[in-house]
């Protein structure tokens, strides 16, 4: 049956050959929300979503271990077969509060509140217009929906224009996909010419906001409010994983049906809720997001600090300052050994070589957190800088010009 792995396993090898195996690190034991005991070294954690640096939160942590005490370790259940628990619901009305929608939906991860939305929401006969560089759970949700799928060119609303024009005499519903801010560049998506492409087709708007939530718009609710178009978007998708730091995914929307989807999805439907202690560590995340507006501050400072740093020392980066930092990699080859060089060097990053880049192309992607401290970031760019003088790789700025 794995024979058919051979040449994946082949690859795998060839990338684990220069050194650790970037894709089975196992931590000693994970320390803080910036720091982790690896091989019984200390390294800095610069490759984690925990934007906000919650994961380690006293009230979080508090909230989640007196859930775990009151209502047990876990759910044993589907929401629909074994009924859901108060917490449940109760994080939905925050959830909703926070967004200033209507209703909310929890799915247990992330990747099923796309598959469960995507394929609750289009069927046969549907449309869905994805952005070329949508994450796998986008890309697995269409094919769930089993909708007709068109992809139309990055970040580009001309192209996604034209290509509801073609669509537009075909029957069925016509839901456009993006995401907030994207995972592995940090570039962010055009949303005020993506939201007036979508109103002139009279089609349907979704946004991921996985890595926006908490992070973008004067109050945390991602990309929508920071471009002022809230309004446009009918449904919001997001996590909890990152900014929330725990585990699990949500649906927001006001349409006033949109509860059906809780008989309608199957990956709401036949998979166990969400554990009480998640729920209860991400309603104080979401408080944390409302109340404590210094921590996007800081994220934001932290992410400028990086990139300013990396920018300073001649770098060549993916996108402008953001919680995501990416340098492009000229080849395979340097992606691996920078990784490696950086990992000696006490840094953690995330490699990325696989068909998941925009365009096929390696990167170095990093991501901040607002509990890194100013000495962190000034060891993390010394040793990134370090690395780069010693393979000469600085980013590679012509895949970059022509991204
Ligand atoms: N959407 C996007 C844009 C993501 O980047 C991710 C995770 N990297 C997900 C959805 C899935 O979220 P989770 O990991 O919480 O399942």
Redo the contacts with the bound molecule.
């Keep these: 049956m794995l024979a058919k792995y051979r040449a994946l396993r082949e690859d795998h090898a060839a990338v684990s050959a220069a050194g650790r195996d970037p894709f089975g690190v196992a931590f000693d034991t994970v320390l803080s929300a910036t720091e982790a005991t690896l091989d019984g070294r200390r390294v800095l954690l610069l490759g984690t979503?925990n934007y906000l640096g919650l994961t380690f939160d006293r009230d979080c942590v508090a909230a989640a271990v007196a859930a775990t005490e009151a209502e047990g370790t876990g759910t044993t259940g589907s929401r629909i077969a074994n009924g859901s628990y108060g917490g449940h619901e109760a994080l939905e009305k925050r959830l909703a509060r926070f967004l200033r929608r209507r209703g909310a939906m929890v799915f247990s991860?992330?990747?099923?509140?796309?598959l469960g939305t995507l394929a609750g929401l289009a069927g046969r006969g549907d449309h869905l217009l994805l952005d070329a560089d949508s994450?796998a759970?986008?890309y697995d949700g269409a094919r769930l929906a089993g909708a007709q799928v068109t992809r139309f060119r990055h970040n580009d609303p001309d192209d996604l224009r034209r290509r509801l024009r073609v669509l537009s005499s075909q029957p069925g519903d016509k839901l456009v996909v993006v995401?907030g801010i994207?995972?592995m560049l940090g570039d962010t998506a055009p949303l005020r010419e993506i939201a007036a492409v979508k109103r002139e087709a009279g089609a349907w708007l979704l946004v991921?906001e996985?890595?926006s939530l908490g992070v973008l718009g004067a109050e945390g609710r991602g990309l929508a409010e920071a471009e002022g178009v809230e309004a446009e978007v009918d449904f919001v998708?997001g996590?909890?994983?990152?900014s929330l730091g725990a585990?699990?995914?949500f649906c927001a929307s006001d349409l006033p049906d949109f509860d059906v989807l809780r008989i309608a999805s199957r990956p709401y439907m036949f998979t166990a809720s969400l554990p009480p202690s998640v729920v209860a560590s991400v309603a104080r995340g979401i408080d944390a997001m409302d109340a404590r507006p210094e921590l996007r501050a800081r994220l934001a400072e932290n992410g400028r600090a990086l990139h300013a740093g990396l920018a300073a020392a001649g770098f060549a980066l993916g996108a402008g300052p953001g919680p995501i930092v990416s340098l492009r990699m000229p080849d395979r080859e340097t992606a691996i050994r920078f990784w490696n060089l950086l990992l000696a060097e006490g840094v953690y990053t995330n490699l990325a070589v696989g068909t998941a880049t925009p365009g096929g192309k390696p990167l170095l992607r990093m991501s901040v957190s607002a509990a890194l401290t100013a000495e962190q970031l000034a060891f993390a760019v010394a040793a990134i800088g370090r690395v780069g003088a010693a393979l000469g790789a600085r980013g590679d700025n012509d895949t970059a010009a022509a991204a």
């Design positions: 979503n991860t992330g990747y099923q509140a796309n994450h759970s986008i995401e994207y995972s991921d996985a890595h998708v996590t909890f994983s990152k585990v699990g995914g």
